[in-house]
């Protein structure tokens, strides 16, 4: 009996971890279909290794016949440039900040989900493939911006990285010069803190820090790192005030290229790499944060996360008044995922209990 009630346990915490895997099926492509992308930053690793991750995958799903290449861009490629090549078709597919399609689409949802949910919660709804990412995605209008969007891959929580100015609540941001991508979630952060958020592409971003035109920026710590950004600044705050989300992207040309089965592989290959990137993305962030800390690069300090939430409560506020459609998604997606967890947690509590008592004398 006790057997019987352990097996029905191991059951239900495996249906839990089951993974939806793209169908075997041979690929009819007679010839070879080459993808091309680029990135925004080849210096950071979990994306130019979840891109690596993503073309293995894709490849071995066709058998050969689909395959991704790199197309180098600028060092620093901006953003803006590589979104305007995809939709021209130079480039098949590429990736960027999701608040890069603040003005190319009417879906603000895109650029408004971090601030509207907690890390904790954030994690499990906004996991590669997830209903929520696929309902964001489908915001996207795909005749008006000749553009698909694939995935959302997490890319850090932002802290505030300064040069001669360490934030140790809202009010040490009064009046500093922080860069921002553009118009939206982030801009509006910012203002409610009362710094002056200077907007302008990656590129430029990084340019204005290392010569002194800016105070700071927000990034999180893998990019910073990344970028070598503690040679310049000397303040990190550790703040993880929102999400950094990047969004895979295809031009619609060459979506069309893809059958129904292909494009299906090429959604199973994303949530695969987007997993990865997520994973060592945690990685990394716990090994360069224990590097700045130990090198010695800079002053960090970790502030009290509620003085800041309390500041920018009418951010959320906005949100949530002006998107009750997507507010009620999210709620009903994180009572579906809080239901999970709570389920999963039970069922290894009880294996646990099983175990116990199937092990005793």
Not at 107 to 117: F, K, Q, R, T
Not at 162 to 190: C, F, I, T
Request: aromatic residues 8%; negative net charge.
């Amino acid at each position: 009996m006790k057997f019987i009630v352990f097996l029905l346990c191991s059951v239900l915490l495996c249906s839990g971890c089951a993974k939806e895997e793209a169908p075997q099926e041979p690929s009819e492509r007679e010839k070879q279909l080459v993808l091309s992308y680029a990135l925004e930053d080849v210096t950071y690793r979990p994306f130019v290794e979840a891109m690596k991750v993503m073309s293995r995958e894709l490849e071995n799903y066709s058998n050969g016949k689909i395959v991704m290449t790199e197309k180098r861009q600028q060092q620093f490629a901006v953003n803006s440039d590589l979104m305007l090549e995809t939709v021209m078709n130079t480039l098949d597919m590429c990736l960027v900040p999701i608040n890069r399609l603040g003005s190319m689409t009417k879906g603000p949802l895109l650029v408004a989900v971090p601030y509207l949910m907690r890390p904790a919660v954030m994690e499990s709804v906004m996991a590669p493939g997830s209903p929520l990412i696929k309902k964001i995605l489908q915001d996207i209008p795909r005749q008006d911006t000749r553009l698909v969007g694939v995935d959302i891959w997490y890319g850090g929580y932002l802290q505030f990285l300064m040069r001669d100015h360490q934030v140790l609540s809202p009010a040490s941001l009064k009046d500093q010069h922080v860069w921002v991508r553009g118009m939206g979630p982030d801009n509006e952060y910012l203002l409610a803190m009362d710094a002056i958020p200077c907007e302008m592409s990656f590129t430029s971003g990084i340019y204005a820090l290392r010569h002194g035109y800016l105070d700071g920026i927000m990034l999180p710590i893998s990019m910073i790192v990344s970028n070598r950004l503690y040679e310049n600044m000397h303040f990190l705050s550790l703040t993880n005030h929102a999400r950094m989300n990047y969004v895979l992207l295809f031009s619609l040309a060459a979506w069309d290229k893809l059958n129904p089965k292909e494009q299906h592989w090429v959604h199973q290959a994303a949530k695969k790499a987007g997993m990865f990137v997520r994973d060592l993305t945690d990685e990394l962030e716990e090994i360069d944060l224990s590097r700045l800390k130990h090198a010695d690069f800079m002053r960090i300090v970790e502030p009290d996360p509620d003085l800041f939430i309390k500041k920018a409560e009418y951010v959320r506020n906005f949100y949530m008044k002006h998107l009750p459609v997507q507010v009620a998604l999210m709620r009903e997606i994180t009572q579906e995922v809080m239901k999970e967890q709570a389920e999963h947690k039970a069922a290894e509590a009880a294996a646990t209990e099983l175990r116990q008592i199937s092990e005793m004398p």
